[in-house]
């Protein structure tokens, strides 16, 4: 009897879940490479993260203040994917582009309040 496959042509089971985490290491290696600011983020969560856990008080806090970080990455890396769609498009200047790009910036930012707005809700 032959296995069904899914509509991406994997079939189902154990190897469907490794190809899928082979594509997200690929992917995390791709934003590394090309993404200054994930780069950044990423020694930011670096640093900030043991910190959260030491300054946790209990495993909500630490949660909540681990959890914001996390989050962080999470947006950058859906803003560089739109970032890399709005490219692969094409060069040449459209204004749903623009305001793509900027949405996925403000998304960005947005997570950088809350991240801040979160370790100081917890710790203060």
């Known amino acids: 009897m032959q296995r069904k496959q899914d509509d991406t042509g ?14 997200s290491v690929a992917g995390l290696k791709a934003a590394w490479r090309g993404e200054a600011a994930f780069r ?19 495993g909500t806090e630490r949660a909540l ?3 914001s970080l996390l989050l962080l990455l ?10 890399a769609l709005v490219d692969r498009i094409g060069p040449e200047y459209h204004p749903l582009s623009g305001r793509a790009k ?13 991240v ?7 710790l203060f």
């Not at 994997?10 to 594509?23: E, K």
């Open 74 to 83: 999470v947006v950058e890396l859906l803003n560089s994917a739109v970032e």
């Open 40 to 58: 950044q983020e990423v020694c930011l969560v670096g640093s900030l993260a043991p910190l959260g856990l030491w300054l946790g008080e209990n």
């Open 102 to 114: 900027d949405l996925g910036s403000a998304a960005v930012f947005l997570t950088l309040m809350l």
């Open 65 to 67: 203040l681990l959890g």
């Open 116 to 122: 801040a707005v979160t370790w100081a809700l917890v």
């Open 10 to 23: 994997n079939r189902p089971g154990p190897g469907r879940l490794l190809r899928a985490a082979a594509c």
